[in-house]
């Protein structure tokens, strides 16, 4: 594992998980999709930093949302409040960006992050519903639990948004989480 003061960037830009999972699109409302205070590091502002010290502006590069250390588990953590529909393209670039930004910043290249890094999205449930296909198939939300649960018994996760294509390719392991799943997941470290 790193050590965050070992670099000023990830040590200027400490924030928690709740206000790295604030909703930026909504200016209306400060909305958060978790509340956890568990320290972390703002990635979008890592990128910031990052591309201004190479004399760019902000827009050049993407981001997940936060870094953090858990348990000895660095977990790439982006949160998506809206539909997923259409940002799929956006969240597969924003790994790309943030997976290169992280491996310059700390001199490694990506077999560090295949082994040493987990990636999780944070979705909301109400917006990403099942796709139509397995709602024929499920038919109901407690048919999603139980089709969940046998997925997870068999020693496997249901992960969503075709992002199961990044594990073992960039990191350790994938998981796309409702908020309530990743409440429950932080849990499981005491870290809530």
Same mark, same amino acid.
């Given at each position: 594992? %790193?050590? %965050?003061?070992? /670099?000023?960037?990830f040590a200027d830009n400490i924030s928690t998980l709740?206000?790295?999972?604030k909703d930026k699109n909504n200016n209306e409302s +400060? +909305?958060?999709m978790t509340s956890s205070e568990l320290e972390a590091i703002n990635?979008?502002?890592?990128?910031n930093t990052y591309t201004n010290k190479l004399g760019l502006s902000n827009e050049r590069a993407s981001s997940f949302d936060a870094l953090a250390? %858990?348990? =000895? =588990?660095?977990l790439f953590i982006e949160f998506? =409040?809206? =539909?997923?529909?259409?940002e799929k393209q956006n969240v597969q670039k924003k790994i790309r960006d943030g997976i290169l930004i992280f491996c310059d910043i700390i001199n490694c290249n990506i077999s560090h992050t295949r082994t040493n890094i987990q990636f999780i999205l944070v979705y909301n449930e109400e917006k990403?519903?099942?796709?139509n296909q397995l709602k024929k198939q499920i038919k109901s939300p407690a048919n999603v639990e139980i089709a969940s649960h046998y997925i997870e018994k068999g020693g496997n996760e249901l992960i969503r948004f075709n992002l199961e294509k990044f594990k073992t390719l960039y990191f350790k392991e994938v998981h796309? /989480?409702?908020e309530k799943e990743f409440e429950e997941y932080l849990t499981k470290f005491n870290m809530w």
């Open positions: 594992m %790193i050590k %965050i003061e070992d /670099y000023k960037i709740k206000e790295t999972s +400060e +909305e958060f990635f979008d502002g890592v990128k250390f %858990i348990n =000895n =588990n660095g998506k =409040n809206g =539909n997923m529909k259409n990403n519903r099942m796709p796309t /989480y409702t």
